[in-house]
């Protein structure tokens, strides 16, 4: 978001100076002579260190929001907050480009031919079945989202036939939008927080164990003045703070976790899923996972969003999101699970592009959060530019948070996706497939080694020595022929 906004900020001011300036030489050139005078000699004749010029220096070193952050540090002793999450990208999604068929394989002869159902969890008594495989991720009311723009979301899902998640709370108007509602059981400490009461989990069409989040880590927050409204649907007393806890309540050890996930596939029909931010230790965490036995896991890479949270956790915390599917992809099969489990891919995922190279490489569904939020505000932004950007339309505290056009929101959104699915078929089309699920790492090629080693692609370099290039990470061997099964829904 500073990107967005520093840039046309920066050329606004270049406009304005050179109009300023131009109407000083129409109107004083004497005026104007002094004053550039002045300015030459304040630029070349003033020591380097102590003119403007070596801003120059300073801004090659640090870049303008390094600079800006650092002071925001300067103003207070908290730990900075920065909305949105990282603006790095660290997954190069545009490095992969797909293989068109064309002779060896034919493309598919009609689009209406191709279907992008998505099931999540077959193997439970109720699995989750959406119309396509773009589901709206966890975004939370109160610290995050205002109750309407919850609403816009659930009944932009269900109009685009998908699914959306509470994040960590439980709206009762949320659900009755949500044909399909994914629920989470997470950190928070509040008492009215879905494991807390069984008959908010007793609505889910999946539960999803909140573990971590890309943007975030596991790290603790709090929300130290939650308003009246928030502390409602919270059940927060007056002075209470809303206590994200770094861990479950309950859960102090991989042995805690997996009885936890045993007893709610034993007590509810639908899948039980688990959010996880990857890290180095995804081996390790994913051996737990599999003795947990969960229906699918939620990878959040190192890309994903958050209303606000530290850059250090934003940046230089969890692994980027190809790196985590294809590295989870390749542990499962090689375990032996990967038909159990399905997985979604989170975290920077902003195209149709990027959702389908996603699962291409081994992810069952994605999950967009930024991606949603924009395609609402392309449609409501009008209600608050030029004074404020869109997104303040859909915060829970701030002046706007009562203002949104919940049906223009909703309609945006649905739109998107129906837009976005309609993309994903040109593309399946093209691959020669007739299912989305059926598209795999041998529809890629990678147009670096570097990429090709994390995807498990082959490379555009001299691509036809070998079929896969070697291992990334240490525990996953991509060197081994590789031909991915389809994960085609029953």
């Not at 119309?131 to 899902?157: E, F, H, N, Q, W």
């Not at 685009?160 to 709370?169: D, R, V, Y």
């Not at 996880?276 to 081996?283: H, R």
Request: charged share 20%; aromatic share 8%; hydrophobic share 40%.
């Amino acid at each position: 978001m500073f990107w967005s906004i520093f840039w046309p900020v920066v050329a606004a001011i270049l406009v304005v100076s050179i109009g300023v300036a131009g109407i000083m030489i129409f109107l004083d050139p004497w005026l104007f002579n002094r004053v550039g005078d002045r300015m030459v000699k304040m630029l070349l004749a003033t020591p380097y260190t102590q003119n403007l010029g070596s801003l120059i220096s300073l801004l090659r070193r640090a870049n303008p929001q390094v600079f800006y952050e650092n002071m925001l540090r300067s103003q207070s002793p908290s730990a900075l907050t920065r909305p949105m999450g990282t603006p790095l990208q660290f997954s190069h999604w545009e490095q992969l480009i797909f293989n068109p068929a064309q002779l060896a394989t034919l493309p598919t002869e009609h689009r209406d031919q191709i279907s992008l159902k998505t099931v999540i969890g077959r193997h439970r008594e109720k699995p989750l079945k959406t119309d396509i495989p773009i589901l709206i991720t966890g975004m939370s009311y109160g610290g995050a989202l205002s109750v309407k723009t919850k609403i816009a979301i659930s009944r932009g899902a269900s109009m685009a036939g998908t699914a959306t998640n509470t994040g960590e709370a439980y709206l009762p108007q949320e659900r009755e939008e949500a044909k399909k509602l994914i629920v989470q059981y997470h950190r928070g400490t509040w008492p009215l927080s879905a494991q807390n009461h069984h008959e908010y989990l007793d609505t889910a069409d999946a539960i999803e164990i909140q573990i971590g989040q890309g943007a975030q880590a596991a790290a603790a927050m709090v929300d130290k003045n939650p308003d009246p409204e928030m502390r409602k649907y919270f059940g927060l007393k007056n002075g209470d703070k809303a206590v994200i806890a770094s861990r479950l309540q309950g859960v102090d050890s991989a042995q805690d976790f997996i009885k936890l996930v045993h007893e709610l596939k034993h007590r509810y029909p639908v899948p039980i899923g688990v959010k996880i931010a990857p890290s180095g230790w995804l081996s390790e965490d994913l051996d737990v996972l599999i003795e947990a036995e969960p229906d699918f896991i939620t990878l959040d890479g190192g890309e994903g969003g958050t209303h606000g949270g530290p850059p250090i956790l934003q940046d230089d915390c969890c692994i980027p999101t190809m790196a985590a599917v294809a590295w989870t992809d390749e542990y499962l099969k090689d375990h032996g699970t990967r038909h159990l489990i399905s997985l979604i891919a989170a975290g920077g995922l902003r195209t149709p592009a990027d959702f389908l190279k996603s699962m291409a490489l081994g992810a069952d569904a994605v999950y967009i959060g930024f991606s949603s939020l924009m395609a609402m505000a392309s449609t409501v932004g009008t209600q608050v530019l030029p004074y404020s950007p869109p997104e303040a339309l859909f915060y829970h505290k701030g002046r706007y948070q009562n203002r949104l056009d919940v049906n223009r929101a909703a309609e945006g959104l649905a739109t998107f996706l129906r837009s976005s699915s309609d993309e994903l078929r040109y593309a399946i089309q093209s691959l020669g497939k007739n299912n989305v699920h059926q598209v795999n790492r041998d529809d890629l090629v990678a147009l670096d080694p570097w990429t090709a080693e994390i995807a498990g692609v082959r490379s555009l370099v001299r691509p036809w020595l070998s079929h896969n290039p070697g291992p990334f990470p240490a525990a996953v061997d991509f060197r081994q022929a590789h031909s991915p099964q389809s994960n085609a829904p029953n």
